[in-house]
């Protein structure tokens, strides 16, 4: 049975709008699934809403609605903003389903019988006006490094340190402003230590891992593994653990699952398991995550799986973060572009997923996004290179010859040409299989040049005027030739643009294996072509400056990830 694999994005959380820096790791998950497909490579991608934690519960009061509403709302709101970008996801699940209850509920049954799960007493802040207990986001107070105040429970912005939520001096709820007190109650510990060994072999299979990302990891084991908590006492949004009345799963144990159960969601639970989730599964598994969350992929997940007996993933494909300006988003701070403001300015949604696939490495490198590159890269490399060598090429076809393509050049320094392409096409197989679309992009761009300088001296257009119009036909069908080999390689970055490239060049279909050496052309004389037509847009100052907020003045070093309440890559106890 031919591979199988099972590709997915980390869940959004479903607590408010899809931001630019968001849509990074959904492009780069939906531009290797295009190109795996394309390949014609047997690939689903799987996702959810993330839609459990405190976080939810406080928020969907505040907005006067139920968290099931709520939720819901934002799903679908994510949902419209992920498809306008183009984002080809076979299910877009959620986590507040029966499959994902059902797979909670089987995989804590499985750690308990593995004897990996223990109930201890846990000392939390507690307000006794809210009545509820206070996760380390929740509570604020002085810095016990620099006395800075108003400081979250478990990081200081002012000074990076971290420290226990106790550590804090004159803490408040920040929900209501009241001094809260310490109170102990029950919990449930998954015995992350029992797993050293089998993690430790884990995060060094070759492969699995980017060398940077692996030698985090490793620093984190070397530290010595922590138990962790995986219980919240009410009121919490999530599944209420079966034998422990008024605890629930903490939204970090039941978010993964959801990969699980969102499977289930799309297969059907029989095919789920056997083709994806079993340990014998003809499978491979890979995650697409951003660096924040690498330690509950790289250990609690595989951790969990392999006590449930169950596949632990194959790669961990891991990105840094967008940057605006040189720091993080931020709504507080008004540092924000909403994928729907983008989308509003009538911006086209494929000029960000080409920025991003040109700056995107297999390392987890921070991205900055600024307008100048945007438009710089759009207008230079999409434009004016790509697009404008496919309309110089395509349009006195359309134009002298009715459309119709004839036999290719075949002098020396044609095939010399096409030999460059086929070269600069192997190179671009290669950065894609290795989810490095900054060298594939290159490589694409470096194929845009050499067809604009091949066009340019052989001026095709000129020879016609002089009389030669059989080898200005030949010169420009083998340009057109070339328009479909750019064409098939763009098509994962740029789906529209792609098919409408595909759909002009007579509809032959896109497909890398006609690329080779001693392959006939894709584009036999004979072919009709056209209605020809741009295939990208420049951008214009206006419709960013529209939407992009002033660059900010001072730096911030420890900007807050406000979504989800997790500063720093190593968890601790809050949601
Ligand atoms: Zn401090
Ligand atoms: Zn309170």
Known sequence: MSEKILVTSALPYANGPIHLGHLLECIQTDVWVRYLELTGRDVIYVWASDTHGAPIEVNARKAGMSPEDFVAH????????????????????????PEN????????????????IETRPLEQWYCEVDGRFLPDRFVKGICPN????????????????????????KPYCSLCGNPPVRRTSDHLFFKLSDFRDFLAAYVDKEGRLAPAVRNSVKAWLDAGLLDWCISRDGPYFGFEIPGHPGKYFYVWLDAPIGYIASTEALLGAER???????????????HFIGKDIVYFHALFWPAMLEASGLRVPDRIQVHGMVTLGGEKFSKSRGRMVTAREYLDAGIDPESLRWYYAANLGPEPHD?????????????????????????????????????????????????????????????????????????????????????????????????????????????????ANVAWVIGTWMSPILPRAGAKLEAMLGGVRFDPARIAAGEPFPLAAGTRIGPVAHIAAPLQDEQIDAIWPSEPSAPHAAERDEQRGVADARPRGEG
């Open 74 to 97: 934002w799903r679908e709101r994510q949902k419209q903003d992920f498809e306008d970008f183009l984002i080809g996801f076979d299910i877009f699940h959620t986590t507040h389903s």
């Open 101 to 116: 209850r059902k797979w909670s509920e089987e995989i804590f049954r499985r750690l308990q019988e593995g004897g990996h």
């Open 146 to 169: 620099c006395g800075a105040r108003d400081q979250y429970g478990d990081v200081c912005e002012a000074c990076n340190k971290a420290y226990a939520s106790t550590d804090l001096e």
């Open 272 to 286: 789920a398991v056997a083709d994806y989730w079993d340990r014998q599964a003809p499978s491979r598994i890979v």
């Open 367 to 479: 991205l900055p996004l600024t307008k100048e590159e945007l438009k710089n890269r759009v207008n230079a490399e999409l434009v004016k290179t790509l697009g404008n060598f496919v309309s110089r090429a395509l349009r006195p076809i359309e134009k002298d010859f009715d459309g119709t393509l004839g036999t290719p050049s075949d002098d020396p320094a044609a095939r010399e040409f096409w030999a460059k392409v086929i070269e600069l096409s192997s190179e671009i197989r290669n950065g894609y299989e290795a989810i490095d679309f900054r060298a594939a992009t290159q490589a694409l761009v470096q194929m845009g040049f050499e067809a604009n300088r091949f066009l340019q001296e052989r001026a095709p257009w000129q020879r016609r005027k002089e009389g030669d119009a059989e080898g200005a036909l030949q010169d420009l069908s083998l340009c």
